[in-house]
């Protein structure tokens, strides 16, 4: 595998940095690079921009108002757009039930939605995960009972991200409880406006109102909101888990995180001398850049071989777990670098809300914070101890 860029590449790279120097907004460049919450404004402000230069949904056809991007053009986007302090995209509507709409949706569902993903009119969600139904999700027990050209939906998910601002829900639901899990399932879209709904924060450790519960109770969707055939959702849920789970790698952020790790170690003193220059620590960030560097090639061979229009195999699970650990190891040396200031914690120092001086040192907030929200990481997207088994299976045959 050729891992030099060519000169249509670098000018491609060329052409980001510029894109990125002229229209990425300093005050969210800060945020994003100071580890700091961002709004429901900052995330939509950002979708205007790239959606006017033609760069938000770059996994798209472009007949449906995607960008041709290369493989490798997709993933100099990621890390330039990383290096740069860009947000990332919320992936749940461009990244995630768009491309299941795009491949299963009938003509109506993709000339009603796609557009407005493009907008930025509809915020999606995910549901997903339940209660009792989390990495196994087949067990799911969300209903959905058809009634002349309704379903009628009861049941309820969790760990729903960002659920609080979203208008929209693509749902797995159990339609048919005759047959074996994974075949009675099926996948609606439906309306976070519709009456029934409810939806309750789950504060995390962090302090952030990041994920709900979503309680469904005798909610009413269209037939016509049914994607593809009725109890064959397992068949999309599992090509958009492929999707999600690429994309947890995160190689584009482990590589700003542990620039910022080095920049954070050199300014540390241990003994009267940079932390950098520890042996001990400096060992540890070796590892994780040695680790980090295998990870980002295995990503561009996996995203260089569904070029022609496939999708990631069980190679998405082993990225996953690597990609996921790693950036997890980048947090961990963050938290160990500002030592006994990563105790205290001040909501008001985290959100850029406090006023005079700061009660611990101005690192130790967010970086704490982002190492107990990474946490979920390895559970999320399906827990990397069932994407080990995955991998054991599809690609080790044991």
Known sequence: MNMNYTNEELAFRNEVRAFLEEKLPADIAEKVKGFRHLSKEDHQRWQQILSRQGWYATHWPEEYGGVKWTPVQKHIWDEESCRYGAPRSIPFGVNMVAPVIIRFGNEKQKQTYLPRILSGEDWWCQGYSEPGAGSDLASLKTRAVRQGDHYIVNGQKTWTTLGQYANMIFCLVRTNTEVKAQEGISFLLIDMNTPGITVRPIITLDGAHEVNEVFFEDVKVPVENLVGEEDKGWTYAKFLLTYERTGLAGIGLSKAALSHLKELA?????????????????????????????????????????????VPGAESSMLKVKGTEIRQSINDLARRAIGPYAIPFVAEELNLEHEGEFLSDENAAPLSAYYFNNRKLSIFGGSNEIQKNIVSKMILGL
């Open 266 to 310: 050199s300014r540390r003193l241990k003994n009267g001398r940079p932390l950098i220059e520890d042996t001990s620590f400096s060992q540890r960030i070796a590892k994780v850049e040695i680790d980090l560097s295998a990870a980002a090639i295995s990503n561009l061979r996996i995203i260089a071989s569904v070029e022609g229009g496939g």
